[in-house]
Each structure stands twice: as C-alpha cells, then as structure tokens.
C-alpha cells in the first residue's frame, strides 16, 4: 500500500501550532513555589524542594499539544483500499485533557469514525490527533468539535463522527463534588450530519451493537 503525502495548507486556526509566549524555567519554577506557599505548605521543606522542577517537567509533557501540528498527523494518506469505502471507526482512544477552567484532569474515551472518499489514513494517526489536541488546556466540547474539525478538513472526507465520554474532576474533587459522573459530547459532519441512520449506525457500533 502506497502513501500519499501531500503538503497540507491549514486554514483553520484549531489545525496549526499555537503561538506561545513561554515564561522561563526559572519563571515557572517560582510560580510553583507560589502556589505551595498558597496551599499552606512551606515549599522549603524536604518533601517540597524538587516539587517545582518537577511540575514544570510534568507540565511539558502534558500539554505537549501546543508543540504539534495536528494537520501534520493527517498529511500521509492510502489510496490503495481496494474499494473500500465504508465506515472507519478508532474506539475507545483513552486520554486525558485539562480543564481550561480548573487546570485539573478530565479524563476519557474518544471513539471517532469518518467514511473515506478515495483515500484512508492509518490508525494510529487518528489517536495521535484526539492526543495533540487533548494535551492543551480544554473544554469537552471544543475538544470535540477540534477532533471532528480537522479531519473532515484535511481529509475531506464524505463525514465524521466523534463521541467522547469523560469524567471532570471538576466535578468529582470541587464544588458538588459528584464522583463518576460522565459527560458525553458528539458531533457529526458531512453525510452523519445530514443521514441520521448514519448517526445511529455509528453509535451502535460503538456501543458494541455491530451494524
């Protein structure tokens, strides 16, 4: 199977690599030991010392996503599919996202499907892209609307559909402090928007209910 890889030109602002202005290392370390001392905490006790090293460590690694083009993922696609042309569907993506609000976990399963026109995109290159966009700061819904938004662009697709199900430990560790409350949040474009069948027999798939 032959790849074709064609120099994409993205459109939408959600598909490129946000401009940041990054404070230095040692800029975020005091901010770290800021908020220790706001905890209560002495940020010069023992257990304490190396905490804001680390955070500014764990803090690259988690939102990774402003440092990846998620239009790049997509830019290498198959033509050979020997005809196919029915649904693709990737389930059950773990991840896990920040809350723009908070700044704390939500944590999930994407399950995103698209019906090929003439060409297809490996799989993991779909998880890839529920990633990148999933390590920046987020709400559900945009995360949602982001997933379904740059594939149906890049792609071109003749539709996609993306559901996501995710815990908020907004919800879970602060205010009504509900635990395992789920949210669910789905969009649909091209042929899913306009064919509700289409809508249903992807939920059903995903659901585990076959065609």
């Not at 975020?28 to 030991?33: D, G």
């Not at 809350?99 to 994407?110: T, Y």
Request: some cysteine.
């Amino acid at each position: 199977m032959d790849a074709v890889i064609k120099k994409l030109m993205p459109q939408s602002a959600y598909m490129e690599k946000p401009v940041t202005d990054r404070p230095s290392e040692a800029e975020v370390e005091a901010a770290v030991r800021t908020l220790l001392r706001w905890t209560g905490d002495n940020p010069d006790r023992e257990g304490l010392v190396d905490t804001p090293k680390r955070v500014a460590k764990a803090y690259r690694e988690m939102f990774g996503g402003y440092d990846m083009c998620p239009a790049e993922e997509l830019g290498r696609t198959f033509e050979e599919v020997a005809g196919y042309d029915d649904l693709v569907i990737v389930k059950d993506i773990s991840f896990h996202s920040h809350c723009e609000h908070h700044m704390v976990p939500i944590i999930g399963k994407a399950h995103v499907g698209y019906l090929p026109d003439g060409k297809v995109v490996g799989l993991s290159k779909i998880a890839r892209v529920v990633d990148i966009f999933a390590h920046r700061l987020q709400t559900q819904e945009a995360l949602t609307a982001q997933i379904a938004g740059v594939i149906q662009d890049v792609l071109n697709p003749r539709g996609v559909a993306v559901m996501i199900e995710a815990e908020h430990m907004c919800m879970a560790m602060r205010g009504i402090r509900k635990q395992g409350s789920t949210t669910l949040t789905s969009t649909f474009t091209g042929v899913f928007k306009d064919t509700p069948d289409e809508q249903v027999r992807f939920v059903t798939m995903v659901r585990g209910g076959g065609v």
